[in-house]
């Protein structure tokens, strides 16, 4: 192994640009996943729109997901195992950078609607799950708001 001399200079502005690299990593993991999930989903269903819970992305895990990559010159934060590099994806993390995520996919995706949605749910007396922020304020009555969650979802048609 070779090693590379650092002068002061790149010394003061390496964790910079490192974290700049693994950054871009993230976001390009992100963009993949969320195309190749759609691309799939349109080829296994007649369906013009798909809606990807934000939870989902990159993982099954809802808290964050561990992005498995070989190893290259564009690392961050990154704990090496091996010949591999794994980092933590968080939902935080893509809402945080959801402008660029959206903009990414609507050039991946010309002529689609791209959006993010966060929908926050209710049971109403009736059993049934409703959107209450799509609710008018005759229905609120009907609903327990003491209970609802917060879904977020991209959601790609292409109607």
């Known amino acids: 192994m070779s090693l590379t001399p650092f002068s002061r200079e790149t010394m003061r502005y390496l964790k910079e640009q490192k974290d700049a690299e693994g950054h871009a990593l993230k976001l390009e993991t992100i963009i993949k996943d969320i195309y190749l999930k759609t691309v799939q989903y349109a080829e296994r269903n007649s369906d013009t729109f798909y809606a990807l819970k934000m939870d989902s992305i990159c993982c099954q895990n809802a808290m964050a997901c561990r992005a498995v990559f070989v190893p290259s ?16 994806i968080t939902p935080k993390f893509i809402v ?3 402008e660029e995520i959206l903009t990414r996919l609507r050039s991946l995706f010309p002529d689609c609607s791209i959006e993010y949605k966060k929908v926050s749910m209710a049971r109403g007396r009736d059993g049934k799950e409703y959107d209450i922020s799509a609710l008018d304020d005759k229905m609120r009555p009907f609903i327990d708001t003491h209970q609802t969650r917060t879904e977020e979802y991209i959601v790609i048609d292409w109607t």
């Open 73 to 88: 010159n564009t690392i961050q934060n990154i704990h090496r195992n091996g010949d591999t590099i794994q980092f933590d």
């Open 96 to 98: 945080e950078n959801i």
